[in-house]
């Protein structure tokens, strides 16, 4: 005969969770409510002098034009860091499943960029692309091309784009290759015996099983490219030129500790809080709906 069996109060719970709740009360809450009140307040350089001034720094961000440009610039390299970082990913994780010798040596390989720092990760690519030293740089000029990111806001994009999205890569491909291998194999076999192609089974089976570990990454890129870039914009372009990669984030920290301005920063980092909290709301309420679990 069963009997039910009833465990008294503990703490425990409490004590095993407790690191966690004080990591989060340090590093998010308390960051976070400090940015909230701040936001409201006209600092002098030193913080020795503070007005209130309600809502005026959001007012002055909302007509400055330069403002607007960071965001439109945002949300372009958001959006090309999501993409390359994802596409690629997908396309090494589906090459890598199918490898059968020395598939280990690959994988290890693959997720090793992962490991590098942003700041390490945009020097390797600044080397590879200077216009005077870097030997991309000297394979395009010998194609007729001369690159030079220092002065073309065009192809600053790109190189910051290219290294953001390599440094993500790695991080992408190892949920793809998880998400691969816990695809039942019958089922590929059993369309490849149907006569569907490779390209038709990854269209018609894989993609549709991968939904939720693509919308887990999609929120997790979106997440870095507006956050995590700043290492790779700082060493690679730091903003330029002419602030053609200014994204919002390092917006934030060029105008509070270059600029001094230290309301308008706080203001600046709470609305991109906000539009980060936006943007995953509504991933999880609109496009979770479209995912197959």
């Known amino acids: 005969m069963l009997k039910n069996v009833h465990f008294g109060p503990s703490v425990l719970p409490f004590l095993l969770v407790l ?13 976070a409510s400090q940015a909230l009140y701040q936001s409201v307040l006209l600092e002098d350089a030193f ?8 809502f005026r720094n959001f007012e002055e961000l909302f007509s ?12 372009v390299f958001s959006f090309l860091v999501a993409f390359l ?48 030293l870097g030997i991309v740089a ?19 994009m790109a190189l910051v784009v290219m290294a953001s999205a390599w440094k993500q890569v790695a991080y992408n491909f190892l949920f793809f290759l998880a998400g691969l291998q816990s ?41 870095f490219a507006f956050f995590e870039t700043f290492g790779v914009i700082h060493a690679v372009t730091a903003g330029g030129p002419a602030g053609a990669t200014n994204i919002l984030v390092y917006k934030v920290f060029n105008d509070g500790f270059v600029g001094l301005d230290l309301g308008g920063s706080a203001a600046q980092s709470v609305i991109l809080m906000i539009i980060v909290i936006g943007l995953t709301v509504v991933q999880f309420k609109y ?4 995912v197959s679990y």
């Open 64 to 75: 400055d034009p330069h403002y607007w440009s960071s965001f439109e610039i945002t949300v």
């Open 183 to 223: 695809i039942p194999k019958s089922l590929i076999e059993a369309a490849a015996i149907d006569g569907a192609g490779p390209g038709r089974r990854t269209i018609d089976i894989i993609l549709p099983l991968l939904s939720p570990t693509t919308f887990f990454l999609l929120v997790i890129n979106i997440v």
């Open 287 to 290: 496009i979770e709906k479209k």
């Open 85 to 132: 970082a994802m596409s690629f990913a997908l396309v090494l994780a589906l090459l890598a499943d199918r490898v059968i010798k020395g598939s280990g040596t690959y994988r290890t390989l693959l997720i090793w960029p992962y490991a590098v720092a942003p700041v390490t990760a945009g020097a390797l690519w600044v080397f590879m692309f200077n216009p005077t």
């Open 138 to 156: 000297y394979a395009l000029s010998a194609l007729g091309y001369e690159w030079n990111h220092q002065l073309n806001g065009g192809e600053a």
């Open 47 to 54: 913080g020795l002098k503070t007005e209130f001034v309600w």
């Open 19 to 31: 690191p966690q709740i004080a990591v989060t009360l340090v590093f998010f809450i308390w960051p």
